[in-house]
Nanobody, 124 residues
C-alpha cells in the first residue's frame, strides 16, 4: 500500500520557520518528481514547490520563492519543505504529492499519490 505521510506542521509566529517532512512507503519514488501543495479554507489546492526525481531541478510558486526550499533524500524516500520567514497568508493545510513525471509540473492533475496533509498556522 502506497502511503505519503507528512509531518512537521504546527503553529508559529510570523517570521518564524518550520520544516515539513514527507515520508513515502509502499514503493520507491526516486524516479518521479515530488511536490508540495497547500490549501487554505475555501480556496483551491495550489502548488507550492516541487523537486525533480534526481533533485537537479526545483520549482516554486512566486509567493514562496526565496523563503521556502524543497529537498529530498531518495535513500530515505523522504522529501522536505523548509519554510522560512513565514507569513499569516502561508496558513493552510500542506500536502505532499508524488508526480507521474520526473519533472515537478505545477498542475495538481500531474500528481498521482497524495498524503493526508499537515496543518500550518502562522499567527501575526
Amino acid at each position: 500500500q502506497v502511503q505519503l505521510i507528512e509531518s512537521g506542521g504546527g503553529l508559529v509566529q510570523a517570521g518564524g520557520s518550520l520544516r515539513l517532512s514527507c515520508a513515502a512507503s509502499g514503493r520507491t519514488f526516486s524516479n518521479v518528481a515530488m511536490g508540495w501543495f497547500r490549501q487554505a479554507p475555501g480556496k483551491d489546492r495550489d502548488f507550492v514547490a516541487g523537486i525533480s526525481s534526481g533533485a537537479s531541478a526545483t520549482s516554486y510558486a512566486d509567493s514562496v520563492n526565496g523563503r521556502f526550499t524543497v529537498s529530498r533524500d531518495n535513500a530515505k524516500n523522504t522529501v522536505y519543505l523548509q519554510m522560512n520567514s513565514l507569513k499569516p497568508e502561508d496558513t493552510a493545510i500542506y500536502y505532499c504529492a508524488a508526480s507521474r513525471f520526473d519533472y515537478p509540473h505545477t498542475p495538481k492533475e500531474t500528481y498521482e499519490y497524495w498524503g493526508q496533509g499537515t496543518q500550518v498556522a502562522v499567527s501575526s
